[in-house]
């Protein structure tokens, strides 16, 4: 396992409850059982809080570490198009050369392609969230 892997789950700025969120929702991989747990207040299309907790690998807190990070004060539009772009990337194995990719890049490589449901667990709660 990659040591900058674990570094970046050992992140857990936004690992935290948030008691009063105006967005909530739970998703489980059915493949290998990661759970996530997001909740968000969303004030005018932005997100201005964000607080997740996981059963999960390594590599879906990792995934769920950066999407939280890069989430706070972020429209709705600017997240699912980020969470299109994550999808697409395991989808056609296309490189992104966006600047909200570059804190992916130590996961988003193609020897990870067996963990892409792991991975891609907090990007599927996001979207699903910020739609509603």
């Known amino acids: 396992m990659n040591l900058e892997i674990i570094n970046i789950a050992a992140n857990t700025k936004n690992n935290k409850d948030i ?11 059915s493949i290998c059982g990661d759970e996530i ?18 059963d999960s690998c390594i590599y879906c807190q990792a995934s769920a570490s950066i999407l939280s990070k890069i989430s706070m004060n972020s429209k709705k539009s600017k997240i699912i198009k980020l969470c299109d772009e994550a999808k697409s990337y395991f989808d056609k194995y296309e490189k992104n050369s966006s600047k ?13 392609l067996s963990r892409k449901d792991c ?14």
């Not at 004030?43 to 907790?53: E, H, L, W």
């Not at 909200?100 to 990870?112: C, H, I, Y």
């Not at 991975?119 to 509603?132: D, E, G, R, T």
Request: hydrophobic residues 40%; positive net charge.
């Open 37 to 54: 747990q997001l909740k968000l207040i969303i004030k005018r299309d932005k997100i201005t809080n964000i607080g997740y907790q996981t």
């Open 19 to 29: 008691k009063n969120h105006t967005h909530y929702i739970k998703l489980k991989n």
């Open 119 to 132: 991975i891609l667990l907090p990007f599927k709660a996001m979207k699903k969230i910020v739609s509603n």
């Open 100 to 112: 909200n990719f570059r804190p992916f890049s130590k996961l988003f490589l193609k020897e990870n």
